[in-house]
């Protein structure tokens, strides 16, 4: 049975920081492309960052490039997600996600396996 548990969620301050760690079973993590997604209440879930199977390409949504950086080790079968300096736009639901295919890429339909989500709230 595949799971993807997100942990770290809460209240952090604008300007903060805050990691977000996934903790991955069931599956060989080092098939899958994993993607940070979140989101908002009203709002379309929308995909923060994505990270290739062996970790060599990354790729973020330009609202959060230079502020959050997404990371894994396969060896330990865990994805993270390190945002800094977040804005109270950034308050949302953050799920992870795993996809397979020859490229990682960030459309919510390309993905297998999602997690039950962690809340983030950004103060001002």
């Known amino acids: 049975q595949v799971q993807l548990v997100e942990s770290g969620g809460g209240l952090v301050q604008a300007g903060g920081s805050l990691r977000l760690s996934c903790a991955v079973s069931?599956?060989?993590?080092?098939?899958?492309?994993m993607a940070w997604f979140r989101q908002a209440p009203g709002r379309e879930r929308e995909c923060v960052a994505v990270?290739?199977?062996?970790?060599?390409?990354?790729d973020y949504t330009a609202s959060v490039k230079r502020r959050f950086t997404v990371s894994r080790e396969n060896a330990l079968n865990m994805v993270y997600l390190q945002m800094n300096a977040p804005t109270p736009e950034g308050t949302a639901v953050y799920y992870c996600?795993?996809?397979?295919?020859?490229?990682?890429?960030?459309?919510?339909?390309?993905?297998?396996?999602w997690g039950q989500g962690a809340q983030v709230t950004v103060s001002s």
């Open positions: 069931g599956l060989s993590l080092s098939d899958y492309h």
């Open positions: 996600a795993s996809h397979r295919g020859i490229f990682m890429v960030m459309r919510t339909s390309a993905n297998d396996y």
């Open positions: 990270i290739s199977r062996s970790s060599s390409t990354t």
